[in-house]
Protein backbone atom coordinates (compact mmCIF):
# COMPACT_ATOMS: atom_id res chain seq x y z
CA UNK A 1 0.00 0.00 0.00
CA UNK A 2 1.37 3.84 -0.23
CA UNK A 3 2.31 4.07 -3.45
CA UNK A 4 2.86 7.48 -5.31
CA UNK A 5 3.43 7.69 -8.49
CA UNK A 6 5.18 10.68 -10.97
CA UNK A 7 4.94 11.35 -14.88
CA UNK A 8 6.68 11.81 -16.40
CA UNK A 9 10.06 10.16 -15.12
CA UNK A 10 12.25 12.32 -17.27
CA UNK A 11 11.75 14.71 -19.64
CA UNK A 12 13.75 17.39 -21.66
CA UNK A 13 12.50 20.80 -22.88
CA UNK A 14 13.65 23.81 -24.53
CA UNK A 15 14.40 26.61 -22.50
CA UNK A 16 11.42 29.15 -22.78
CA UNK A 17 8.31 26.17 -22.55
CA UNK A 18 6.20 24.96 -19.56
CA UNK A 19 6.50 21.74 -18.15
CA UNK A 20 3.83 20.06 -15.68
CA UNK A 21 4.42 17.08 -13.85
CA UNK A 22 1.59 15.00 -12.45
CA UNK A 23 1.97 13.18 -8.77
CA UNK A 24 -0.98 10.76 -7.86
CA UNK A 25 -1.45 8.71 -5.06
CA UNK A 26 -2.08 5.06 -6.40
CA UNK A 27 -3.95 3.15 -3.28
CA UNK A 28 -4.91 6.14 -1.03
CA UNK A 29 -6.61 9.30 -0.76
CA UNK A 30 -4.00 12.50 0.12
CA UNK A 31 -5.20 15.33 1.92
CA UNK A 32 -1.67 16.64 1.67
CA UNK A 33 1.14 16.41 -1.28
CA UNK A 34 4.60 17.71 -0.80
CA UNK A 35 6.39 18.74 -3.10
CA UNK A 36 10.33 18.39 -3.45
CA UNK A 37 13.51 19.67 -5.23
CA UNK A 38 16.18 17.82 -5.01
CA UNK A 39 20.04 18.46 -6.27
CA UNK A 40 22.94 15.94 -7.18
CA UNK A 41 24.21 14.70 -3.82
CA UNK A 42 21.93 16.89 -1.72
CA UNK A 43 19.00 16.42 0.62
CA UNK A 44 15.41 17.29 -0.55
CA UNK A 45 14.59 20.62 -0.43
CA UNK A 46 10.50 21.29 0.21
CA UNK A 47 9.35 23.62 -2.39
CA UNK A 48 5.55 24.03 -1.57
CA UNK A 49 2.85 22.22 0.31
CA UNK A 50 -0.46 21.32 -1.47
CA UNK A 51 -3.70 20.70 -0.12
CA UNK A 52 -6.84 19.56 -1.79
CA UNK A 53 -9.00 22.10 -2.92
CA UNK A 54 -6.70 25.17 -1.49
CA UNK A 55 -3.77 27.23 -2.70
CA UNK A 56 -0.66 25.67 -2.19
CA UNK A 57 1.46 27.12 0.64
CA UNK A 58 5.17 28.04 -1.08
CA UNK A 59 8.31 27.63 0.83
CA UNK A 60 10.34 30.95 1.14
CA UNK A 61 12.48 31.52 -2.19
CA UNK A 62 10.17 29.47 -3.78
CA UNK A 63 8.43 31.64 -6.76
CA UNK A 64 4.93 30.95 -6.79
CA UNK A 65 4.29 32.19 -10.71
CA UNK A 66 6.94 30.36 -11.91
CA UNK A 67 6.55 27.13 -9.96
CA UNK A 68 2.41 26.35 -10.30
CA UNK A 69 0.85 24.16 -8.18
CA UNK A 70 -2.30 22.38 -8.37
CA UNK A 71 -4.36 20.01 -5.84
CA UNK A 72 -7.35 19.25 -8.06
CA UNK A 73 -8.23 15.95 -6.09
CA UNK A 74 -7.16 13.97 -3.28
CA UNK A 75 -5.22 11.57 -5.46
CA UNK A 76 -3.72 14.24 -7.77
CA UNK A 77 -1.41 17.30 -7.55
CA UNK A 78 0.28 19.08 -10.67
CA UNK A 79 3.60 21.08 -10.69
CA UNK A 80 4.45 23.53 -13.42
CA UNK A 81 7.45 24.77 -14.12
CA UNK A 82 6.74 27.73 -16.44
CA UNK A 83 8.81 29.29 -18.64
CA UNK A 84 11.80 27.10 -17.86
CA UNK A 85 15.85 28.16 -17.84
CA UNK A 86 18.53 25.55 -17.30
CA UNK A 87 19.07 26.72 -13.51
CA UNK A 88 15.32 24.93 -13.52
CA UNK A 89 17.15 21.53 -14.41
CA UNK A 90 17.11 19.24 -11.58
CA UNK A 91 14.98 16.23 -9.87
CA UNK A 92 11.10 16.67 -8.65
CA UNK A 93 10.15 14.53 -6.25
CA UNK A 94 6.18 14.54 -4.94
CA UNK A 95 5.02 13.08 -1.73
CA UNK A 96 2.16 12.29 -0.27
CA UNK A 97 0.26 12.40 3.39
CA UNK A 98 -2.70 10.13 4.00
CA UNK A 99 -6.12 10.89 5.21
CA UNK A 100 -6.44 7.63 7.05
CA UNK A 101 -4.64 5.52 8.79
CA UNK A 102 -0.95 6.57 8.60
CA UNK A 103 -1.62 10.21 8.29
CA UNK A 104 1.36 10.85 10.04
CA UNK A 105 4.21 10.13 7.01
CA UNK A 106 4.77 11.23 3.69
CA UNK A 107 5.21 8.40 1.10
CA UNK A 108 7.12 9.33 -2.03
CA UNK A 109 6.83 9.13 -5.79
CA UNK A 110 9.73 7.79 -8.19
CA UNK A 111 10.83 11.62 -9.00
CA UNK A 112 10.64 13.29 -12.17
CA UNK A 113 14.18 14.23 -13.80
CA UNK A 114 13.80 17.67 -16.02
CA UNK A 115 16.83 19.17 -18.46
CA UNK A 116 16.11 22.47 -19.54
CA UNK A 117 18.22 23.06 -22.51
CA UNK B 1 12.70 26.32 13.27
CA UNK B 2 13.89 23.10 13.52
CA UNK B 3 17.62 21.75 12.79
CA UNK B 4 18.75 18.36 11.76
CA UNK B 5 21.86 16.98 11.75
CA UNK B 6 23.16 13.86 10.24
CA UNK B 7 26.16 11.78 10.38
CA UNK B 8 28.00 10.09 8.73
CA UNK B 9 27.80 11.87 5.82
CA UNK B 10 29.67 8.42 4.36
CA UNK B 11 29.96 5.28 5.89
CA UNK B 12 31.41 1.78 3.99
CA UNK B 13 31.34 -1.05 5.75
CA UNK B 14 31.73 -4.83 4.60
CA UNK B 15 29.16 -7.21 4.09
CA UNK B 16 27.78 -8.52 7.24
CA UNK B 17 28.62 -6.24 9.17
CA UNK B 18 26.54 -3.34 11.05
CA UNK B 19 25.95 0.11 10.18
CA UNK B 20 24.64 3.06 12.42
CA UNK B 21 23.61 6.23 10.98
CA UNK B 22 22.82 9.14 13.71
CA UNK B 23 21.11 12.29 13.58
CA UNK B 24 20.16 14.78 16.25
CA UNK B 25 17.77 17.45 15.99
CA UNK B 26 16.94 20.54 17.88
CA UNK B 27 13.35 21.27 18.67
CA UNK B 28 12.11 19.34 21.91
CA UNK B 29 8.59 19.22 20.18
CA UNK B 30 9.36 16.97 17.43
CA UNK B 31 7.90 13.82 17.80
CA UNK B 32 7.55 11.75 14.42
CA UNK B 33 11.20 10.58 13.05
CA UNK B 34 10.93 8.85 9.89
CA UNK B 35 14.13 7.12 8.06
CA UNK B 36 14.20 7.05 4.28
CA UNK B 37 16.23 4.99 1.64
CA UNK B 38 17.13 6.77 -1.49
CA UNK B 39 18.43 4.94 -4.32
CA UNK B 40 20.28 6.30 -7.31
CA UNK B 41 17.66 7.82 -9.55
CA UNK B 42 14.95 7.17 -7.05
CA UNK B 43 12.57 8.65 -4.74
CA UNK B 44 12.82 8.04 -1.17
CA UNK B 45 11.45 5.16 0.55
CA UNK B 46 10.23 4.98 3.80
CA UNK B 47 11.85 2.15 5.70
CA UNK B 48 11.42 2.58 9.50
CA UNK B 49 9.74 5.41 11.71
CA UNK B 50 9.64 6.02 14.99
CA UNK B 51 7.23 8.27 17.75
CA UNK B 52 8.27 9.86 20.75
CA UNK B 53 6.60 7.71 22.85
CA UNK B 54 8.84 4.68 21.95
CA UNK B 55 12.38 4.06 23.07
CA UNK B 56 13.28 1.40 20.13
CA UNK B 57 11.44 -0.17 17.02
CA UNK B 58 12.77 -3.32 15.00
CA UNK B 59 11.78 -4.35 12.27
CA UNK B 60 14.25 -6.96 10.86
CA UNK B 61 17.84 -6.19 9.95
CA UNK B 62 16.92 -2.32 10.79
CA UNK B 63 16.20 -0.69 14.15
CA UNK B 64 15.87 2.60 15.26
CA UNK B 65 16.33 4.05 18.38
CA UNK B 66 15.45 7.52 19.98
CA UNK B 67 16.89 9.54 23.03
CA UNK B 68 14.19 12.55 23.51
CA UNK B 69 16.50 13.86 26.67
CA UNK B 70 19.23 14.08 24.13
CA UNK B 71 17.50 14.68 21.01
CA UNK B 72 18.96 12.34 18.96
CA UNK B 73 17.84 8.90 16.85
CA UNK B 74 19.77 6.36 14.94
CA UNK B 75 19.31 3.77 12.46
CA UNK B 76 21.11 0.67 12.93
CA UNK B 77 21.59 -2.16 10.14
CA UNK B 78 22.70 -5.14 10.83
CA UNK B 79 24.02 -7.90 8.90
CA UNK B 80 24.42 -5.54 5.61
CA UNK B 81 23.80 -6.84 2.26
CA UNK B 82 25.33 -5.07 -0.78
CA UNK B 83 21.48 -4.30 -1.55
CA UNK B 84 21.81 -1.64 1.34
CA UNK B 85 23.86 0.26 -0.62
CA UNK B 86 21.85 3.75 -0.89
CA UNK B 87 21.46 7.05 0.75
CA UNK B 88 19.69 7.43 3.72
CA UNK B 89 18.05 10.35 4.97
CA UNK B 90 16.41 10.54 8.99
CA UNK B 91 13.69 13.27 9.11
CA UNK B 92 12.26 14.69 11.94
CA UNK B 93 8.62 16.54 12.25
CA UNK B 94 5.85 17.75 14.63
CA UNK B 95 2.45 16.38 14.73
CA UNK B 96 0.54 14.56 12.19
CA UNK B 97 1.65 15.93 8.49
CA UNK B 98 3.57 19.23 9.62
CA UNK B 99 7.04 19.80 7.47
CA UNK B 100 9.57 16.68 7.50
CA UNK B 101 12.55 18.48 8.25
CA UNK B 102 15.16 16.18 6.28
CA UNK B 103 19.14 15.27 7.61
CA UNK B 104 22.14 15.67 4.92
CA UNK B 105 21.75 12.47 3.88
CA UNK B 106 24.31 9.45 4.56
CA UNK B 107 25.62 7.30 1.32
CA UNK B 108 26.03 3.91 2.88
CA UNK B 109 28.50 1.79 0.65
CA UNK B 110 28.19 -2.09 1.79
CA UNK B 111 31.57 -4.19 0.10
CA UNK B 112 30.65 -7.94 -0.76
Known sequence: GAVVSQHPSRVICKSGTSVKIECRSLDFQATTMFWYRQFPKKSLMLMATSNEGSKATYEQGVEKDKFLINHASLTLSTLTVTSAHPEDSSFYICSARGAGGRTDTQYFGPGTRLTVL | ?112
Do not use: M
Request: proline share 4%.
Open chain 2, 1 to 112: GENVEQHPSTLSVQEGDSAVIKCTYSDSASNYFPWYKQELGKGPQLIIDIRSNVGEKKDQRIAVTLNKTAKHFSLHITETQPEDSAVYFCAASKNTGNQFYFGTGTSLTVIP
